[in-house]
């Protein structure tokens, strides 16, 4: 067992977040991984509470962390923007995480029907860089843009990842997502990067497909994708969808990487805060405890990761599990299954 002591940065934030966030902690630890973690109390509540969002500050003692995990953020009294822009952007944008991994697997007891893939979505840039604003603002002349921003160096050091996860994959299949036949400025940016840096990947299999008919893909035969690279906003789209065709949301968990490791990385479930079902113990905590695995996975502490993966796997035992237990029952049988 490997004996570092890794230094995690919590944010259990609003509404389930905490819940599942306390389960995903307990199953990372009693797979025998040593785990020291700060708590940062940040979210919806915090920010009703005395107005923080999240500091630059806060940020700084960040980058010194291993990892941070999160639940989620979000309450429906805060108006919309102001912790999705203020602290979860911030996050991703200051902490440089550029690539949003997010895997969905589904063990169906039909071989056809298994599915395994991968969205590698960009998270510092596209439509969510904030770009864009008000001109005349609440007036009937009112203007408003929202551009996008895509550039070469951000467009490309998320293919090049995209590229090397495939490579490391049996299929070794890579699929671009995107619009390139209505978004032909920065559609076609993608596909030209894509396509160069593709040369450089011979033994890596490749295809396009735009991102509504990837829609139907998802839905009717998911099981053609290995690899999927997509830009910010289709990749937040594809990925919910990608949860409600392998089990439901509450299984899906991705990473937010900073490949380059120049700081910490954060893992968090795809879920919301899910504020109708808070404090009624009905969350599914296994996205948290998955985002916690992929974590470990990051962490070099692989070993563990495989157990906590396989723990969740089971797809009979879970199916009845997640129906009649609790999060923290769900939690405990996966802990117990290690
Ligand atoms: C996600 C979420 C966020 C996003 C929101 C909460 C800002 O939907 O992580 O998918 O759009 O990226
Ligand atoms: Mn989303």
């Not at 990067?193 to 450089?200: K, S």
């Amino acid at each position: 067992m490997n004996q570092t002591t890794h230094r995690v940065g919590v944010v259990g934030g609003d509404g389930i977040g905490p819940e599942v966030i306390a389960e995903a902690l307990k199953v990372a630890r009693a797979a025998g991984v040593d785990l020291s973690t700060v708590d940062y109390d940040l979210g919806g509540a915090r920010y009703l509470r005395d107005g923080t969002v999240l500091t630059d500050e806060i940020v700084d003692e960040w980058r010194g962390l291993d990892a941070i995990l999160l639940g989620a953020v979000g309450t429906p009294e805060v108006p919309p923007g102001v912790i999705e822009r203020g602290l979860l952007l911030k996050m991703r944008f200051d902490l440089d995480l550029y690539v949003n991994q997010r895997p969905f697997t589904l063990a169906a007891t039909d071989p056809d029907r298994q599915l395994d893939f991968i969205v590698i979505r960009e998270n510092t840039e596209g439509t969510y860089a904030g770009e864009g604003g008000f001109l005349r603002k609440g007036t009937p002349n009112e203007i408003a843009t929202q551009g996008s921003v895509n550039t070469r160096f951000g467009v490309e050091r998320c293919v090049r990842y995209a590229f090397e996860l495939a490579q490391s994959r049996p299929r070794k299949h890579l699929t671009l997502v995107h619009k390139t036949n209505v978004l032909t400025f920065a559609g076609d940016l993608w596909q030209r990067t894509f396509d160069e840096v593709a040369v450089e990947y011979p033994d890596v299999d490749t295809a396009y497909n735009h991102v509504d008919a990837a829609c139907i893909y998802f839905v009717e035969s998911p099981q053609r994708y290995d690899v999927i690279v997509t830009d910010n906003l289709f990749g937040d789209i594809l990925t919910d969808l990608g949860g409600a065709v392998s089990g439901g949301i509450g299984f899906a968990s991705s990473g937010n990487l900073n490949p380059d490791r120049t700081g910490p990385s954060m893992f968090e479930p795809v879920h919301g805060s899910a504020p109708d079902i808070a404090g009624t113990g009905k969350a599914n905590p296994i996205a948290a405890i998955l985002s916690a695995a992929m974590m470990l996975d990051f962490l070099g502490e692989s070993d563990a990761a495989a157990r906590i993966r396989k723990a969740c796997a089971d797809p009979t035992a879970l199916a009845d599990t997640t129906a009649a237990f609790s999060t923290e029952d769900i939690g405990d049988a996966v802990a117990a299954r290690l």
